[in-house]
């Protein structure tokens, strides 16, 4: 008996010094759990709601509204209803293999066509970011021409001032050319006049020598006459005699 309420006393002891540090483990682990709970569902993919699935699979029928669309489900049903009653159409291996193919395209384009679309909108913006860039580059140029000719604005008066200054050197050369033609004429003019002075001399000398030599050729043959020489011989005499004479008289 006293050692039954030894065990009881020890195990109220127990009990209560115990109590606190379980309720208190068991309160992290039901937080820790809750905690893991909601970070799974948070993770977890989030399942499609069935009425934007029930609009998706709508949309896929012909049809701009609801009815439209019903209305084409039905004419279709109907038209492969009696195509099969009437053996016309005849649902075989063929049928399942195209459905399957046919689903297979369908998954595939469902699939590929959101990241065939990122593909080519960002080629898209590739290209019109290279067309910016382009644009940007050109006109950044133009810009930098427009300064550039801005900074000669005096252009006008510069050219101007040249053109004078051409003018100026064209009437130079001109005279210079013109002065240059008369000198050139001078010289030809001199040229001719030396020449003809030169032909004038030459043809009084050669008149000169011929009038010379016929000259001579007469005294030669005026001596070589008898009656000539006699008359000369007599009058050298008669010289000789008047001057042998002067002396005399003085």
């Not at 948070?42 to 509204?65: H, W």
């Not at 593909?119 to 050109?138: G, M, P, S």
């Not at 550039?148 to 001109?174: C, P, Q, R």
């Amino acid at each position: 008996m006293a050692s039954r309420l030894v065990f009881s006393r020890n195990a109220q002891l127990l009990r209560q010094t115990l109590a606190p540090s379980v309720s208190r483990q068991i309160a992290a682990g039901v937080a820790a759990a809750r905690l893991q709970q909601r970070a799974e569902l948070a993770t977890a993919p989030q399942r499609p709601d069935p009425k934007v699935a029930a609009e998706s699979l709508i949309k896929l029928f012909p049809g701009d509204n609801l009815a439209a669309k019903s209305g084409s489900v039905l004419v279709g049903a109907s038209i492969a209803a009696f195509l099969i009653s009437k053996e016309i159409y005849l649902v075989d291996a063929e049928v399942f293999e195209m459905a399957c193919i046919f689903g297979a395209y369908y998954l595939w384009f469902s699939g590929g066509k959101d990241g065939a679309v990122e593909y080519f909108n960002d080629k898209k913006a590739t290209i019109k970011r290279v067309l910016e860039q382009a644009r940007n580059d050109h006109k950044a140029v133009v810009q930098e021409r427009i300064q550039h000719i801005g900074k000669m604005s005096d252009i006008v008066d510069v050219t101007n001032g040249l053109f004078e200054m051409s003018k100026e050197i064209a009437k130079l050369e001109a005279e210079a050319y013109e002065l240059k033609q008369k000198v050139n004429f001078t010289s030809q003019v001199k040229g001719v006049l030396d020449s003809w002075v030169r032909h004038e001399a030459s043809v009084r000398e050669s008149q000169q020598k011929q009038l010379t030599g016929a000259v001579i050729q007469r005294v030669k043959d005026a001596l070589a006459n008898d009656k000539v020489q006699t008359d000369i011989l007599r009058q050298s005499l008669a010289e000789i005699e008047r001057l042998a004479a002067t002396p005399k008289a003085r």
